[in-house]
């Protein structure tokens, strides 16, 4: 009979969800049995992981009772939105509150809450410093995120609230990768000045996560920021020089200018660079290098991981 604990993971084909799965797959000490949520169980990628030996279960955020019937029995959740697939910070928050009473529904002893900071904190509606998106919010996916921390506390489930940060693999799929200038050189272009950015390989939040859960109670009723590396964007410009073997400078513009742009997200994004921006320090001290290591003695670093993907940067 087996007994291991289940982690039930939402996103299983995603980037978080799905770094979690695979470290729970290939984790040495055997230690936790994987439920891959996904709203499609028939999609390539979930017939993949069935066959690598999770189990696969079809629930969707916006149907309670979906997520009621996959959390039960399991041991562990770990819970994650998706605001870009639908730009809503409203529906961010009602996936929010369906997860953490899921959870609750099924009695899971550690929920990890993938969240992020509400930057009104910080700047608050009336600081024009930043404009104001939709009304109420600074930077929207960060602060439904955060807002949506006290459905879980409210409802005094034991969760671990885990603060991500920038991917990496964001240079190849979300277009922030070098772009060819009108001169033919290729330049990138993120509001950050000289400040530094935190951030981390998508796959390593999972084995980050994975690190959380096996260390039982101890993160339990913690905020944990996490991080590989914290680099200037000219690091950043300075390492794709290297790898890519081809000039690559870093075109430092200001938050409106990107603001500007006109891409779906544009506007967010452009005060979301501003804030890590603006509140460099405290930001980045959130993000703690040495307790990523602890939890995943693994991660990789900017430059080791474009060195493994640099075929797949666009160059356009």
Known sequence: MDT???????????????????A?????????????????????????LLKQGAEVVAADLDDIESLKKAFQGAYGAYCVTFFWNHFSPEKEKENARALAEAAKYAGIKHVIWSTLDDTRHWIPLNDNRMPTLLGKYKVPHFDAKGEANHFFTDLGLPVTFLNTVFYWDNFIYFGLGPKKGQDGKLSISIPMGDKKLPGIVAADIGKCALGIFKANQKYIGKTIGIAGEHLTIKEIAETFSQVLNKEVIYNSIEPEVYRSFGFPGAEDMGNMF??????????CKSRDLELTRLLNPT????????IQNKDLIPQE
């Open 24 to 48: 729970i797959l290939n984790d040495n000490a055997h230690e936790f049995n994987v439920r891959a949520i996904t709203r499609n169980i028939n999609s390539d990628k979930a017939k993949e």
């Open 299 to 306: 991660v990789r670093s900017f430059k080791d991981w474009l």
């Open 4 to 22: 291991k604990k289940t982690i039930v993971v939402v996103g299983a084909t995603g980037a978080q969800g799905g770094g979690l799965v695979q």
């Open 274 to 283: 501003q804030f890590k921006r603006d509140f460099e320090q405290e930001y």
